[in-house]
């Protein structure tokens, strides 16, 4: 069993920094990443939610274009936890931050079902 806790959203202006951080309890070894995924207002289903950057053991990463150059995403194994470092945040980044484990193979990753925190929510103003 698998348990991930999301923190550090909150209220931001626009082009101000945020790092998210997700705890991860129980054993992962059946997986080899880590993800973070956005929920965007008016979104309700999990299904819906987008991957915005993605990390897998070896250290490769992934990010969606729409974030490109403004996030990064690590994980400290020895600590069980996965950041996300949010630079020059925009209104269009307002959303529940959720992260996840999975695999991740040649490029691609793919979330475990079932296994999400309760999300995070970043808001930012302009």
């Known amino acids: 069993q698998v348990q991930l806790v999301e923190s550090g959203g909150g209220l931001v202006q626009a082009g101000e920094s945020l790092t998210l951080s997700c705890a991860v309890f129980?054993?992962?070894?059946?997986?080899?990443?880590f993800a973070w995924y956005v929920q965007l207002p008016g979104n309700e289903r999990e299904i819906e939610r987008e991957?915005?950057?993605?990390?897998?053991?070896?250290?490769?990463?992934k990010y969606a274009d729409f974030v490109k150059d403004r996030l990064t995403i690590s994980r400290d194994d020895a600590k069980n936890t996965v950041t996300l470092l949010m630079d020059n945040l925009k209104p269009e980044d307002t959303a529940v931050y959720y992260c996840?484990?999975?695999?991740?193979?040649?490029?691609?990753?793919?979330?475990?079902?079932?296994?999400w925190g309760q999300g995070t929510q970043v808001t930012v103003s302009s």
């Open positions: 991957l915005v950057a993605a990390i897998s053991s070896e250290g490769a990463t």
């Open positions: 129980g054993d992962t070894a059946t997986y080899n990443g």
């Open positions: 996840s484990t999975g695999h991740y193979y040649v490029g691609h990753y793919f979330p475990a079902a079932g296994y």
